[in-house]
Every structure is written in structure tokens, then in C-alpha cells.
T-cell receptor, first 115, second 111 residues
Framework: NAGVMQNPRHLVRRRGQEARLRCSPM?????VYWYRQLPEEGLKFMVY????????ESGMPKERFSAEFPKEGPSILRIQQVVRGDSAAYFC?????????????FGPGTRLTVL | QKEVEQNSGPLSVPEGAIASLNCTYS??????FFWYRQYSGKSPELIMS??SNGDKEDGRFTAQLNKASQYVSLLIRDSQPSDSATYLC???????????WGAGTKLIIKP
């Protein structure tokens, strides 16, 4: 059973470019969560999605950031016009549901570096 | 404001000893509690989940939950250098709410 998959694992962008991060949840999981982690800091929740729906985007910056989880295909976190402050590790996690017993499992992450 | 507090450490423990990691949470309605391990440069890995008061054991790991005192702890017996990592505590308030994360405790096991 494949785990959560993320790609690319490393992404380098110049300031002003766009970054697209992809996440495929574990088989049987329909809930996806995106987190950001700066070096030596904790996890920061960004957005929670189910298929075709954004459930909670309270942690996502209002500008330049967007997320989707289409009916077919992976979840995408999109960062437009990247700035150096966007350099971080971006983790995706998935769960089978949202009940109290539903555990989140993490992918390997995408390390974004903005030059 | 729902909060989860952890001592940032580092917590230094000699090899073979018991490492004790603690986590307190603010919302008395919290129902699910999770411990994740994160090695430097890697993603968080779920190691324990606990839902009811008392102890839950899995190998060298024991999670302890005390809802009355609003704390959850993780004990690691016979600590190994490979246990050196940051341990994250996460709490779920109810089925419609996200995980609330602590900032993590850095654990160092000294050979």
C-alpha cells in the first residue's frame, strides 16, 4: 500500500515565478491537509481539502496561495509570484475521514527554495 | 484559543534510560491525541495515538493520557541514539476540527 506521495521533492524557483506542489494521498484516503514548516520551527496548518472541496483554508495566506483537490488527480498547492520568505518545507498529509479516530499520515515533503 | 504546549528542549537523556516527553492542551473537549516523531530534514511520522484515559503501550513506547489534568505524555524505554528526534504532540478537539499542533520537543539520546 503506497503511502502519501509528494512531488517534486525539491523545487527551486526564482523570485516572481510560480511553484506547483503536488500531493497524492494514501489509497482510500479522501482528506488532504497541507502544512508549511520553516527551518527549526513547528508545523503550520495551511489548508484542509476533501475531493473538490476546500473545507478550511484559515492557515493559508490570502494572496498568492491557492489549493485544489480535483475529482481526479492529486491535490495541488500553488504559490504564485514566489518570494524568498516562501522558502520552506511543504508537507501534505492524508486521512481516510475527519472523525476523531482518523489519523493523519504525512508525505515526504517538498523543499521549496526561492532564489 | 486552542493551544498545545510542549517544552522545546532539548531534552538530553542517556542511552538506555527512560525518556519522558510531556504535552498539555487547553481545550477540555479534546478527544484524540497523537505523537509524531520527526527526524531532522524528514517528515513527521505517526508513532502513537491515544483516545481514552490511561496508558497505551506499543513496544518501547507508552502514551499516557490524563484528561482531568489535560496532559498527555510519551515515555520511551531503553532509549537509543536512533530515538534522537523532535517529538510533536497533536490534539484533535472533535471530528470537525483540525489537529492542533505543539511546537515539538527536541530529544537527544547520548551514547
Amino acid at each position: 500500500n503506497a503511502g502519501v506521495m509528494q512531488n517534486p521533492r525539491h523545487l527551486v524557483r526564482r523570485r516572481g515565478q510560480e511553484a506547483r506542489l503536488r500531493c497524492s494521498p494514501m489509497k482510500g484516503h479522501s482528506h488532504v491537509y497541507w502544512y508549511r514548516q520553516l527551518p527549526e520551527e513547528g508545523l503550520k496548518f495551511m489548508v484542509y481539502l476533501q475531493k473538490e472541496n476546500i473545507i478550511d483554508e484559515s492557515g493559508m495566506p490570502k494572496e498568492r496561495f491557492s489549493a485544489e483537490f480535483p475529482k481526479e488527480g492529486p491535490s495541488i498547492l500553488r504559490i504564485q509570484q514566489v518570494v524568498r520568505g516562501d522558502s520552506a518545507a511543504y508537507f501534505c498529509a492524508s486521512s481516510p475521514g475527519q472523525g476523531i479516530f482518523n489519523e493523519q499520515f504525512f508525505g515526504p515533503g517538498t523543499r521549496l527554495t526561492v532564489l | 484559543q486552542k493551544e498545545v504546549e510542549q517544552n522545546s528542549g532539548p531534552l538530553s537523556v542517556p542511552e538506555g534510560a527512560i525518556a519522558s516527553l510531556n504535552c498539555t492542551y487547553s481545550d477540555r473537549g479534546s478527544q484524540s491525541f497523537f505523537w509524531y516523531r520527526q527526524y531532522s530534514g524528514k517528515s513527521p511520522e505517526l508513532i502513537m495515538s491515544i483516545y481514552s484515559n490511561g496508558d497505551k503501550e506499543d513496544g518501547r513506547f507508552t502514551a499516557q493520557l490524563n484528561k482531568a489534568s489535560q496532559y498527555v505524555s510519551l515515555l520511551i524505554r531503553d532509549s537509543q541514539p536512533s530515538d534522537s528526534a523532535t517529538y510533536l504532540c497533536a490534539v484533535k478537539v472533535d471530528s470537525n476540527y483540525q489537529l492542533i499542533w505543539g511546537a515539538g520537543t527536541k530529544l537527544i539520546i547520548k551514547p
